[in-house]
């Protein structure tokens, strides 16, 4: 895998693991960071910006395109909204710093377009759960090293 390569997979990786698309992000960083072959702080910002837009294209589905929530290429069941929802009203948009979650996390991006998250604040919020997410994963990687 050539240089460039490997921080264009691991861009795509994490652009759509935050999508509906079911990718594991963590798994090709950890092994771009056993290589030794990357800079560890570059490919940490890659992924944290690319799963950010990733997130940043959920809300834009929740803002833009709830009206079509029952139609079936929507990314999110409806239980799986009302249930996101549900945390959202509960405990607001500090939902959003679990936004690196599985099962649960596309959920909350969407549910916070649906309900007109200010852009910046949920750009904000979303960068450090990814951020911190991708932080934990390449301190792992180098206990492995």
């Known amino acids: 895998m050539s240089f460039l390569t490997g921080y264009s997979a691991l861009f795509a990786a994490s652009f ?18 056993l290589t030794e072959q990357y800079n560890g702080w570059l490919l940490i910002a890659v992924a944290s910006i690319a799963n950010t837009l990733g997130s940043i294209v959920n809300w834009v589905l929740g803002r833009f395109f709830a009206e079509f929530e029952d139609r079936p290429w929507f990314p999110v ?49 979303v960068a450090i759960a990814k951020t911190s997410r991708y932080l934990a994963v390449g301190a792992l990687s180098l206990g492995w090293t």
């Open 16 to 33: 759509l693991s935050a999508t509906i698309f079911p990718f594991q992000s963590e798994a090709v960083l950890f092994g771009l960071m």
């Open 77 to 125: 069941k409806r239980e799986k909204m009302a249930k996101a929802e549900a945390w959202y009203h509960r405990y607001g948009r500090w939902t959003l710093l679990l936004s690196w979650t599985p099962v649960i996390g596309d959920p909350l991006t969407i549910v916070a377009g649906v309900l007109r998250e200010p852009l910046p604040v949920f750009i904000l919020l």
